[in-house]
């Protein structure tokens, strides 16, 4: 199962791979359905993704991120500061769904949810913004 809108092809965690601690079949399932209400959250009202100081908080409350040995970070930073202009709305909408992966795969659902909640809409960009 994955998840669609605007083109962007959000799939959950599938591996124990991708985050380190996924190692259980029964485990993705879960993964998947939390995957998807989180996904709603952020994409309800036309939303594209937080406001950049917005998204920098939430990317900073995904535990166990790492700088990469050849440079970068693990899950890659959000598309803020010179690549908010640089990136399509779809690249956006993708590296949100990266970190939504993240804190599922850390065990954060519940913070990051109840911080996404806490957003006043004004805080979201939308897709009539772009």
């Not at 799939?11 to 879960?30: L, Q, T």
């Not at 991120?65 to 709305?89: C, D, H, M, N, Q």
């Not at 779809?90 to 806490?118: M, T």
Request: hydrophobic share 35%; charged share 35%; proline share 5%.
């Amino acid at each position: 199962m994955s998840f669609e809108r605007n083109n962007i092809h959000c799939k959950p965690i599938r591996a124990k791979h991708d985050a380190g601690i996924i190692d259980r079949e029964d485990e993705i399932g879960v993964i998947m359905e939390n995957y998807g209400e989180l996904w709603e959250l952020c994409t309800k009202n036309k939303r594209i993704v937080p406001q950049p100081q917005k998204w920098n908080e939430l990317y900073r409350k995904l535990k166990n991120t790492r700088k990469k040995p050849g440079g970068g970070f693990e899950p890659p930073a959000p598309l803020i500061l010179a690549a908010w202009y640089e990136s399509s709305v779809d690249e956006k909408q993708y590296r949100l769904c990266e970190h939504l992966r993240w804190a599922i795969a850390q065990d954060q659902e519940e913070e990051i949810v109840l911080f996404l909640k806490s957003l006043k809409e004004e805080d979201w960009v939308h897709q009539d913004e772009f």
